[in-house]
């Protein structure tokens, strides 16, 4: 036998929730590893190998230790005036703390004085046991059992009938082999040893016994029907759907599902199924639903991303005929389907517009009314988006047509949340929303506006695909965030009830990656703000401020995430820029500008001028270029007179890269000024008009980042 074996542990329980199970799994194999490591019972080269199956999870460690090696460790005692007497002899206080450490009083012999900072004390060297590997999984056992991600506690006895006890879910074995040795751990109720269980159904046997850690995996697969580890049951769930799948035909890409599923099997056998032809007039997003949510079914998928009437089931047992599991499965998914098509035809038979006064009934917000009351207030918004989006590209829009679909859009867009399909699939409002309002005869660009007006929903998620569902899903945002800072609902810590944060990042998104025939949404941040602040009335405090520096909260951590630098993204927003379309070009233009020989001279140089302004207490003055005496200045003054309109109108037409690499050519006459003049004459009209110089400078090179804020 290797003289450091691997170590196997495995606790068998009942089906853990499957939505759990790999954070579970995870968490296992990750607390018993670094408790152990922790406790020098693990080689530098250990391998970890995690499962976590429906009802077991369990690790895999190599070049295990059976006891740590020993350690040198230096024990501090006590001061040496209260350890030692007069004449150097231990005192009673000291014998005392030698024998609490397991030491005689030869020890007093080996004493070392130091100083700890303080006083003079005594320490003594000792050796202390390496932990041997029964003691150490054990508190690397209990550890893990504590630490675990467990969504919810089930209370137990155990086999005694009297002891209870708390975990995720009734256990019923725990394995634990250094190599071929029983290691016996013991923790609810249960005393570890070598003898697990396979498949419920079909291992070959009832218990199967694991001779050493090394053929655990191997014994499960051939005589247990289990592949432990997930990710190769998740792989091979993977491979198996994609080898299933008809010529020409995908089984949807969804890792969730594939995540779920994984954990609900575990010996995984992907079967093919259909249904009747006659449920794909249903709205795809339905049945794809249903199929996935209450079944675990993966829909398959034409080339053109089309549902097709088969789909995929991964079943837990692999008969040699498997019709009965197919045929099982087909009629299971019919009354599903069924009932899709029902709620699809009857929510038909209802215009959105007749279903608008019973929003009327259900309560939005105690503080901010019904759900009617926020249509209207959406509707408001949603125009005076318009109005600002149109009055942005000037003529390049028809700005009575995007306002006229905007309001039409936000005025039906809630109605879906009063049909039968969103009762029963929340998940499916405004989807719904837009096919009713074809049904209904409605534009397609408002059909389209009502269908992404929640857009964008997460992370990664595609923005509203016309101007209108842009206009509609920032008024929906806009109200939220405004209603609810207004009311004092605003995020604490990790706690946001009302997902404001995301609202904040889609507003975000929008306003920055939004195009209208390619061009960006040239709209003030701040005016939306207002114009929606002005929609409530007196019913809300007003929240202007609080919004603003919330989004540019938002809008740093984002940029952040996107591999701004710090410095980069505080140059840019500290000038809190109101078109936030601007800003990646903006930000742009600073890494560029900072990428040039003259950025860090020009930066200090700026952050200098910057504190010589806010220093002085002198009035602001105009400047008079006549009354300039140093040559250095009168340069200076010069040189920024002549390059300030081109500058200034490259500013203007969004040449930022170009105006501050305009702005490097100032760094030698910035060096000579400060070289050559005093600013804070003794002389107050020379003081306030080299202040003046400053000020006129500093706004120049500061118009669309705080260059400052690059300097080191």
Not at 447 to 468: C, M, Q, W
Not at 472 to 490: H, N, R, S, Y
Request: aromatic share 6%.
């Amino acid at each position: 036998m290797s003289a450091t074996p691997s170590l196997l542990v495995e606790l068998l329980v009942e089906e853990l929730p499957p939505k759990a199970l790999r954070k579970l799994g995870d968490a296992f194999a990750a607390v018993i590893e670094t408790e152990l490591r922790g406790q020098g019972l693990l080689a530098a080269d250990t391998k970890t190998t995690s499962f976590a199956s429906p009802r077991r999870l369990g690790v895999l460690l190599t070049h295990v230790a059976a006891r740590a090696a020993d350690r040198s460790e230096r024990q501090k005692l006590v001061p040496v005036k209260i350890g030692l007497d007069e004449g150097g002899k231990p005192t009673a206080v000291l014998l005392k703390k030698l024998a609490a450490i397991g030491q005689g009083e030869d020890a007093a012999t080996r004493l070392v004085r130091e100083h700890d900072g303080k006083n003079e004390t005594l320490f003594l060297d000792v050796v202390v046991p390496g932990a041997t590997l029964q003691d150490g999984l054990q508190k690397a056992f209990d550890a893990a059992l504590t630490q675990l991600p467990i969504p919810k506690v089930m209370t137990y006895q155990v086999a005694d009938g009297w002891t209870t006890v708390k975990f995720v879910r009734p256990a019923h074995g725990i394995v634990a082999l250094h190599g071929s040795e029983v290691v016996p751990i013991t923790a609810l109720g249960l005393t570890a040893g070598r003898v697990t269980k396979g498949h419920r159904f079909e291992s070959k046997e009832p218990e199967l016994e694991i001779r050493s850690a090394g053929t655990y995996a191997d014994r499960l697969a051939v005589d247990g029907a289990v592949l432990a580890s997930f990710a190769e049951r998740r792989a091979d769930i993977a491979r198996q759907l994609r080898d299933k799948a008809p010529e020409g035909l995908a089984p949807i890409d969804d890792d969730a599902l594939l995540d779920e599923v994984t954990a609900l099997v575990e010996r995984p056998n992907v079967l093919l199924c259909e249904f009747e032809a006659e449920f794909l007039a249903v709205p795809q997003e339905c049945l794809i639903l249903t199929m996935k949510q209450n079944q675990k079914y993966f829909p398959l998928l034409d080339a053109q991303g089309k549902l097709t009437n088969r789909f995929l089931v991964v079943s837990n047992i692999r008969p040699q005929d498997p019709s009965a599991i197919v045929g099982g499965n087909e009629r299971v998914v019919r009354p599903r389907l069924a009932d899709a098509k029902f709620f699809f035809d009857q929510d038909r038979k209802k215009t959105l517009e007749a279903r608008l006064p019973g929003l009327e009934k259900v309560v939005y917000h105690n503080k901010l009314g019904n759900q009617l009351q926020r249509v209207e207030r959406v509707r408001a918004i949603a125009k005076a988006v318009a109005r600002a989006i149109a009055q942005g590209l000037g003529k390049q829009i028809d700005a009575a047509a995007l306002i006229g679909s905007s309001d039409r859009a936000a005025h039906l867009a809630k109605a879906d949340l009063l049909t039968e399909m969103v009762g029963e699939f929340p998940e499916l409002q405004g989807i719904m929303g837009g096919y009713y309002a074809r049904h209904d005869g409605e534009p397609d660009e408002v059909a389209v506006a009502i269908e992404d007006h929640y857009k964008p929903r997460f992370a990664g998620d595609e923005l509203p695909r016309n101007s209108t569902g842009l206009c509609v899903a920032l008024a929906d945002k806009l109200e939220t965030l405004i209603g609810m800072f207004g009311i004092g609902q605003v995020p604490t810590g990790d706690k946001d009830p009302f997902a404001l944060r995301r609202h904040a990042l889609g507003v975000i998104r929008m306003l920055i990656d939004g195009r209208i025939d390619g061009k960006d949404l040239n709209v003030e941040f701040t005016d939306l703000v207002a114009a929606a602040t002005a929609v409530f009335g007196d019913a809300i405090s007003d929240p202007t401020q609080a919004i603003a520096d919330f989004v540019f909260d938002r809008l740093t951590v984002a940029l952040r995430d996107q591999g701004w630098t710090p410095q980069e993204v505080d140059a840019v927003l500290s000038k809190r820029p109101t078109i936030l379309a601007d800003v990646p070009k903006r930000l742009a233009a600073v890494r560029a500008f900072a990428a040039l020989p003259e950025a860090a001279a020009l930066a200090a140089a700026n952050k200098r001028i910057g504190n010589i302004l806010k220093k002085s207490d002198e009035p602001e003055a105009a400047l008079t270029a006549s009354k300039l005496v140093e040559p250095a200045e009168k340069d200076l003054e010069a040189k920024l007179a002549a390059m300030r309109p081109a500058t200034m109108a490259m500013f203007a037409n969004g040449k930022y890269q170009e105006a501050l690499t305009a702005c490097a050519a100032l760094r030698a006459p910035v060096d000579a000024f400060f070289d050559a003049v005093m600013v804070n004459d003794e002389n107050q009209e020379l003081r306030r008009n080299r202040l003046a110089l400053l000020r006129s400078l500093h706004e120049l090179m500061n118009e669309i980042a705080d260059l400052s804020r690059l300097a080191s």
